[in-house]
């Protein structure tokens, strides 16, 4: 499967807790992005990456909330000293360059319940 | 701020009705736009991407339309399928260098049988 692959699938923690998402993209793919989405809405845009230069943040992107992309090809998601509103689905899309006008591809997300 | 808005919110049918889903958006100053579906519990499939130079884009039974100087899109399904019962959602990527995507709502399609 050549798709966007995220892990964990599902991840349940208590509030303070610190968790670590992974997101490997489609091969080849320098552009990598981080949504959320909560119940019944749109995701929302958090943060993208071009090969591993961060180059966009939203405001929705708290201190407590770090993304890298170390060597350009997978990246990580960490959320440190979590909050309950923090339980959502996180997803990771992957988009080909060098055009920037390229379709954003999506894994399955990893949903984080906060207890 | 770039504002989607998809109508309508849930749409039930019978079997084999054509449909049309809508969504508008605020700023017309856009790269593209993108049709996904997403089933529960799971991420985002890519149906359709319409550039902001083209009027519309076809796969299969789906048909998407944009009328960027109205800030407007519409997807439309021919000869709808229990299949196609899912979460339908617009998205846009605006220009002036922001390259995150900015979603509608979505509109919950159900097909009944």
């Known amino acids: 499967d050549t798709g966007v692959s995220q892990d964990p699938r599902h991840k349940i923690t208590k509030r303070g807790q610190n968790v670590t998402f992974r997101c490997d993209p489609i091969s080849e793919h320098n552009r990598l992005y981080w949504y959320r989405q909560t119940l019944g809405q749109g995701p929302e845009f958090l943060t993208y990456?071009?090969?591993?230069?961060?180059?966009?943040k939203s405001r929705l992107l708290s201190d407590r909330f770090s993304a890298e992309r170390p060597k350009g090809s997978f990246s990580t998601l960490e959320i440190q000293r979590t909050e309950q509103g923090d339980s959502a689905m996180y997803l990771c899309a992957s988009s080909a360059h060098p055009t920037g006008n390229q379709p954003q591809h999506f894994g399955d997300g990893t949903r984080l319940s906060i207890l | 701020k770039q504002e989607v808005t998809q109508i309508p919110a849930a749409l039930s049918v019978p079997e084999g009705e054509n449909l049309v889903l809508n969504c508008s958006f605020t700023?017309?100053?856009?790269?593209?736009l993108q049709w996904f579906r997403q089933d529960p519990g799971k991420g985002l499939t890519s149906l359709l991407l319409i550039q902001s130079s083209q009027r519309e884009q076809t796969s299969g039974r789906l048909n998407a339309s944009l009328d960027k100087s109205s800030g407007r899109s519409t997807l439309y399904i021919a000869a709808s399928q229990p299949g196609d019962s899912a979460t339908y959602l617009c998205a846009v990527r605006s220009g002036g260098g922001a390259d995150g995507l900015t979603f509608g709502k979505g509109t919950h399609l159900i097909i009944q049988p």
């Open positions: 700023d017309s100053a856009i790269y593209n």
């Open positions: 990456f071009q090969n591993e230069a961060q180059l966009e």
